[in-house]
């Protein structure tokens, strides 16, 4: 290499390291405003109660902006017409509805927020749109500390090498089990490692002529396949032909179908049938078991239930696994100070502030030191929820945002009776399933 050369390659490396560090300057100080997307329309966040999330972040804003003087937190709202009202068995339902192509049409616009709630279930479609910063390579510019998240879980939202939001919440089933039914049958609590051959010996010695404590459902056909290491549709997303239908999910099927029948169940109207038993008969102090999230504990039809908490059984011969859903912020990939908005996210999911600490309550924290700092390590239910982290796998919908809106009627119908059907029927009928999911997914990824 000639000399000349040398000296106009280290003119040109030093002159860029100047202007990164001018340009850097220029953020620190200058004052910014990061605009932060709360999934509500106005009304709805300002008339929320004084302990509410919407409360708990603008205490959190105020707070580092305080810490903070140059950076400020602007909160942005959905529109007013997201407010959806409908009435649901005679009562008065309002939602939410802003859908994940509002979303994308919101952060492809000329000024979207900086931070935005995103679900893992869309990462998939965000960062093939391009929409959302990779926050691997933004946490690396912005010079801070190491995710601190459990690597299994960043590995379950990474796509294509990147990561289009950071996983701050859990929402992860567990075994939750009414301690007096345990106690007047003489039979030990669940233990860490336990399997699901030892759940339905449990169930038919607890209460031989109840409903079985597993719904009919695919949600519990996914939750029981996660421990044979197979799921119910392909990595891709493409297809649910070889998973659905695969050998791990006829076994599967079978046990569950045999599970019912032991209990003397052979015959459903619909999977909301088989939940609501499965529910009415914990609540009342009747079943020993129940599988859901640990918001359950607040439920008031459980007040003064002595509860406890225990994994998810694996089969014997399987490994430990729980399908765990996520909540998400990412930041727009349009974002004038991604660094200034990474720094506020980290300061509310992954630090030990008192801001952090409050926002935490209302969730099960992913962050190893704020899980620390708000106790969820030591309590019985939070830290049953923060190991089951550790064996997260990827549910259906993660790998196709489309896959449980193709469950419908007729389809939810197909698979209950399965429950009626014979052994050797099983591979042949949810091959003819999964043809049809296939095809219901399809036509609704092409908007028909």
Known sequence: MKPRYI???LTILVTAFAASACSRNEKVT???DIH????????MAESAPPNSVFQNLKNAAAHFNEANPLIRIVFDYLPESAIKSSTIGGEAVTAISFSTDDMIELLESKNPPDIVPASPS???????KGVLKDLYLLQKTAGSGAIDIERR???NVTVRGKLPLLPYAGAQQLVIYNKEPFDRANIPYPQADWTWEQFGDISVKLNPALAPELTYSIDTLELLMASTGK???SPDGETTVGYLDSPEAVRTLRWLNGFYREKGQSALKNSAESGMAVWQQFYKGQSGMYIGGIEIRYNPFLEGKKLGYAPLPHFAGGKRANPITFSGYGIANKSKHPEEAWKFITYITMSNNEDAIKLASSYVTTSKTLAEAAGQDSDSALSAALEEMKVAVNPADQNNRFFYKAWNENLDAQFQNLLAAKDEELPARLHDLALKVDQEMHRLQNGN
């Open 153 to 155: 879980l960043l590995d």
């Open 7 to 9: 000296v106009s390659v």
């Open 30 to 32: 200058e004052p910014v």
């Open 36 to 43: 932060f997307l709360l999934k509500a329309p106005q009304s």
């Open 122 to 128: 869309d990462g998939r479609l965000f960062e093939a």
């Open 231 to 233: 799921g119910l549709l």
